[in-house]
């Protein structure tokens, strides 16, 4: 059955960077594009951007333009997305989504990474 | 600007029928959404697409019980046969060029 299944939670300093992925399982990552949306705590759901897997071609929310990028390994059906100069304000749950194949909704969510900023 | 707008909170007794409601912004009432649903400690789990004639696409073992439909602007999602795991953030998303939209959520809080 399809499945997106990410990495574990993590803890970092403020300034760092963090890497999660995402690994597709029950379908081939390159027919589609994933999104990553987060949620801080108590806050709602907040997209961020995805990425094409096919075309490898990225499209970020203005909010991180500049702090994110998206990536893709074909051969591991799996995407990445990273997040650079972390503050304390980016501790939230990391998910990524599959954007459907006939249209633009998302049918499919990974089950979300802690990622905690703290000093 | 496109933007979907929900009530933070609802509630409804058990086995008891509920109704949300997403409402898209002025000049955008044609647009598609999809339901989510969001129980805690999980990822979201889609619900459904509406489209803008009303018709609906269900995710994969969705159950009956949930079913959606439009009237214009306004999205409704309805929950029948309320269950204690129904209790969850219930989001609505849609969708313009190159950019997707959520609303902030609705908590159904079941009695």
């Known amino acids: 059955q399809v499945q997106l299944v990410q990495s574990g939670a993590e803890v970092k300093k403020p300034g760092a960077s963090v890497r999660v992925s995402c690994e597709a399982s029950?379908?081939?990552?390159?027919?589609?594009?994933i999104h990553w949306v987060r949620q801080a705590p108590g806050q709602g759901l907040e997209w961020m951007g995805w990425?094409?897997?096919?075309?490898?071609?990225?499209k970020y929310s203005q909010t991180f333009q500049g702090r994110v990028t998206f990536t893709r390994d074909t051969s591991a059906n799996t995407a990445y997305m990273e997040l650079t100069s972390l503050r304390s304000e980016d501790t939230a749950i990391y998910y990524c989504?599959?954007?459907?194949?006939?249209?633009?909704?998302?049918?499919?969510w990974g089950q979300g990474t802690l990622v905690a900023v703290s000093s | 600007q496109l933007a979907v707008t929900q009530s933070p909170s609802a509630s409804a007794s058990l086995g008891a029928s509920v109704t949300l409601t997403c409402t898209l912004s002025?000049?955008?009432?044609?647009?598609?959404i999809a339901w989510h649903q969001h129980q805690p400690e999980k990822g979201p789990r889609f619900l459904m697409k509406v489209n803008s004639d009303g018709s609906h696409k269900k995710g994969d073992g969705i159950p009956d019980r949930f079913s959606g439909s439009r009237s214009g602007a306004e999205c409704y999602l309805t929950i029948s046969s309320l269950q204690s795991e129904d209790e969850a953030d219930y989001y609505c998303q849609t969708w313009g060029t190159a950019i997707q939209v959520f609303g902030g959520g609705t908590k159904l809080t079941v009695l």
């Open positions: 989504a599959r954007r459907s194949f006939e249209d633009f909704y998302f049918d499919f």
């Open positions: 990425i094409n897997v096919a075309k490898d071609s990225t």
């Open positions: 029950g379908f081939t990552l390159i027919g589609y594009s």
């Open positions: 002025s000049g955008h009432s044609s647009y598609g």
